[in-house]
Structures are given as C-alpha cells and as structure tokens.
C-alpha cells in the first residue's frame, strides 16, 4: 500500500491542472499569493477606515483617518521627546518581560514535565491568568507608589501567568 504525498504547488503543477479556483478546502497556496493577500488584507483595512471618517460614518475628532495619524507620527517622531518615551516604553517591557521570563520558563518547565508540580500550582495560575492586569493598578499603585514599580509590575503581570501556562503546554 503506497501512501499519497499530498500535493505542492508550484508553477508547472498549475499548467498541469488547469486553472485554479481561489478556495480550495486545505489546499496548499503560492507564496506569492500568500504574501499579495497578507497585504490586501491591510489595504482594505485602512481604505475602510478613511471612507468612513471621508464619509462622516465616524467623528475625526474621536477617530482620525489614517493619513491625518501617520502624519501626526512623522512630526512626532521628529521630537527627541517622543524619541525618549519609546525608549523608555520599550525598556519598561523589555525589562517585565525578562522579569517573567525568569520565573515563567521554570516554572512552566516543571508544570509541564511533573505532574505533581501541575497539580500544586495549575489552580494559583489558573485563579489569576483570567483577571484582567488592570484591575491590579490600584493595588500595585498602593504598593509601590506612582514612579516605575507600578507600571513594571502591571507589564509583569499581564504577561506572567499566560507564559506560564504556553510553556507548561509546550513542554508537555
């Protein structure tokens, strides 16, 4: 009994085959293809979103078009200021997501790899993976005041238990 590789696409193949429909069930694509629609998708996206604010479906005041923010991006992207708090930004999440990583990827590992290790700690992930991370802001400012504690903790948070739980998955 001789198994069937299944099918690959290339240029030769599509001559062979006749013309080709556009939705085939699981049917492999060109990359070509794949690329021109991972771009179409966005293109479409932000045509949508200027024909609604050019047509007034939507306030510009609450939603501008996407000209008017790319243009406001350029002239603050030209600002040190700006250039300053995306460092900062990025470092903050940087920094959380080291800080996550450090006690996710253990911990993760065990509860994949030992069961006994799931059993104890699946139920505390569990209880505090599904809470939103901002509800934790008015405790965390408590704790640790309004300087960089608060927002290195809320990026931890927000990050840590689900890490956990895609390790202990992938490791399983």
Same mark, same amino acid.
């Given at each position: 009994?001789?198994?069937?590789?299944?099918?690959?696409?290339?240029?030769?193949?599509? %001559?062979?085959?006749?013309?080709? /429909?556009?939705?085939?069930?699981? *049917?492999?694509?060109? #990359? $070509?293809?794949?690329?021109? =629609? !991972?771009?179409?998708?966005?293109?479409?996206?932000?045509? %949508?979103?200027?024909?609604?604010? /050019?047509?007034?479906?939507?306030? *510009?005041?609450?939603? #501008? $078009?996407?000209?008017?923010? =790319? !243009?406001?991006?350029?002239?603050?992207?030209?600002?040190?200021?700006?250039?300053?708090?995306?460092v900062v930004s990025v470092t903050r999440v940087i920094v959380s997501f080291i800080a996550a990583a450090a006690i996710a990827v253990p911990l993760g590992i065990l509860m994949g790899a030992f069961r006994t290790v799931e059993a104890f700690w699946s139920p505390f992930v569990s209880a505090w993976r599904y809470l939103p991370a901002p509800s934790f802001i008015p405790i965390l400012l408590m704790w640790f005041g309004t300087g960089e504690g608060p927002k290195l903790a809320l990026l931890f948070i927000g990050v840590v238990f689900f890490l956990i739980t895609l390790i202990m998955d992938y490791t399983r």
């Amino acid at each position: 009994m001789t198994r069937e590789v299944p099918h690959r696409w290339s240029p030769a193949s599509r %001559l062979m085959s006749g013309p080709r /429909r556009l939705f085939e069930f699981l *049917e492999p694509i060109p #990359p $070509s293809w794949r690329a021109g =629609l !991972g771009i179409a998708v966005w293109v479409i996206f932000f045509l %949508l979103w200027e024909l609604a604010v /050019r047509t007034g479906f939507v306030t *510009e005041l609450l939603m #501008p $078009s996407p000209l008017t923010v =790319l !243009g406001t991006l350029v002239k603050l992207l030209a600002t040190p200021e700006f250039l300053w708090d995306i460092v900062v930004s990025v470092t903050r999440v940087i920094v959380s997501f080291i800080a996550a990583a450090a006690i996710a990827v253990p911990l993760g590992i065990l509860m994949g790899a030992f069961r006994t290790v799931e059993a104890f700690w699946s139920p505390f992930v569990s209880a505090w993976r599904y809470l939103p991370a901002p509800s934790f802001i008015p405790i965390l400012l408590m704790w640790f005041g309004t300087g960089e504690g608060p927002k290195l903790a809320l990026l931890f948070i927000g990050v840590v238990f689900f890490l956990i739980t895609l390790i202990m998955d992938y490791t399983r």
